[in-house]
């Protein structure tokens, strides 16, 4: 099939507008690229510095200067459950980079917080900041400038983001990207959170939810939802920064072990001293970037990744914003049906066919760029493909023809919905993205009066003293990047569903972050700019009629234009939200960081490095159809 003319318009959008910034970061990799092994630039004494601790092979290999170093960068700690079998890894990571001539060298951990475990806590205030951090720390635990290549092993939320980020500032290093699976199936979701509406609404007591809670999250891996951090490893995927099918196949047994063994040995291939030299600034380009706004579409993913998608963009050099997501998803069908968005979860995701049947209908039906570089070398259609055990080692085996389970996965003339369900929503509140790939048609569109909160937990107060029976539209503010950290407001959902399944009609718009499980009530989040940022959701009172039309596309309040502009913003006692739990240790990236739908970064677009009178022309907009919201870009840049 010819690739689809709104994914091929798109993509030149994208290339167009980052002309630039792609330039200038390009140049910046080739400047970085050394001659034989990037430890060869280093004295003795650095050298010497860099190796003092290894085992005695080990170091007579580097002292060679010709055999490749792969750094080992990890997420590695105990209290995530995704990241546990990490511990693991280096060393079976160090034997096989051994095997094949090379050297590996733990280079960094990076932290790693859990949102599961900070939800509604004064630590989630960090976790979107955490990102950033995870990228500095990346780029710490590479700058002794001693590896050809690199490993990552990370999974959750702003983890891989982070690190992702880190490598691409790296960008002249090959990378390939290491998971370690999903925990097996416990609690089905439906049943979690059947008992969790049950908690908010007081019929059952916090012994009953702790048991319920330990049966859903109850081993090493990851969470099996469909949230965050599995809509990661499908990008990763995707994105080629994966062995194919490696993102769903569970910790600890032959098959992860076989597949980290060959991932391992793989870095040292792409790097400049192997096969194919493959560095990951040159893989990550626009064409993968768009594979993976459709990846996340297509499998109804994390809203969180309309922030860390552009955020990854960014640090390439790309130019992405919530139009291109809002394009796309009119034409990508949605092919799975994965919790929040259905039953299943990604165990049964990945038995009824996985990513590699996701990606081949995908291509089939020109839906995706298969002329991309991926850590094969060999184009995307190199990853419809399911890994198996073959003695010790992984072999690779077409992805079957048909689905398992067509309640899980379709194939693309049969989508469960014609669209991914991403929705831009617009008007006089501002910018905000939506999913209704979960929510009930009849809930698309929502009018009713506002009522307005400072935090999740004046609502949680309002629910509990039963003050919120009745159709509104839950306006929570001051929870954008500036003002907190853009804290998930997940501890909302159960309360919000109750209400909406006693026959309410509820909404909720916001300037924070839902979640990657965002669900069945619809949700205007990620408003953009924040209230602190001058946004308009600092003009809203209670009382104000709300509109939220999913179908149209608008996000409005139904005031008198005049009486809106004379409006003052509302001002929030804020000052809770910067001290304790480390949170004053973050006070410059709130000061610094940008609006949402810029990716909330704390770093900039590359520049090209020129003489002071040199003028350059930045990209002033660009032609019809696509050409209407793009201000908002040139203002960030």
Known sequence: MPLNPVVSAVTERIIERSRPYRAAYLNQLSDSIQQGVQRSTLSCTNLAHGFAAFPANDKLVLKQQKNPSVAIISAYNDMLSAHQPYERFPAIIKDAVRQVGGVAQFGGGVPAMCDGITQGQPGMELSLFSRDTIAMSTAIALSHNMFDAAVYLG?????????????????????????????TTGMSNSEKSRIRQLYAQGKIDREALLEAESKSYHDAGTCTFYGTANSNQMLMEVMGLHLPGSAFVTPNTPLRDALTVRAAQRAVEISAQGKTFTPIGRLVDEKTIVNAIIALLTTGGSTNHTIHLIAIAKAAGIVVDWNDFDKLSAVIPLLTRIYPNGEADVNHFHAAGGTGFVIRELLDAGLLHDDVTTILGKGLRAHCTEPFLD???????????????????????????????????????????????????????????????????????AYQDGKLNQDFVAVVRFQGPKANGMPELHALTPALGSLQDAGFHVALVTDGRMSGASGKVP???????????????????????????????????????????????????????????????????????????????????????????????????????????????????
């Open 523 to 637: 949700a205007a989040i990620h408003v953009s700019p924040e209230v602190l940022a001058g946004g308009p959701l600092g003009r809203i009172r209670d009382g104000d009629i709300i509109r939220l039309d999913a179908e149209a596309g608008t996000l409005q309040a139904l005031v008198d234009e005049a009486e809106w502009q004379q409006r003052p913003h509302a001002s929030a006692d804020r000052s809770s939200n910067v001290v304790r739990m480390g949170r004053e240790l973050f006070a410059m990236f709130r000061s610094s960081v940008s609006v949402a739908e810029d990716g909330a970064t704390t770093f900039a677009l590359p520049r090209l490095i020129v003489p002071t009178d040199t003028e350059i022309n930045l990209p002033k907009g660009d032609a019809e159809p696509f050409s209407d919201e793009d201000t908002h870009v040139q203002q960030s840049i």
């Open 155 to 183: 999974i959750c939320d702003k983890i891989v983001p982070g690190l992702l980020i880190g490598a691409l500032h790296f960008g002249h290093l090959p990378a390939v990207f290491i998971p370690s699976g999903p925990m």
């Open 391 to 461: 003695g010790e080692k992984v072999v690779w085996k077409p992805t079957p023809e048909v689905s398992a389970d067509e309640n899980v996965l379709r194939p693309a003339d049969r989508p469960f919905a014609p669209d991914g369900g991403l929705r831009l929503l617009t008007g006089n509140l501002g910018r905000a993205v939506i999913k209704i790939s979960a929510v009930k048609p009849q809930y698309h569109v929502v009018e009713a009066p506002a009522i307005v909160f400072t935090s999740q937990e004046d609502f949680m107060h």
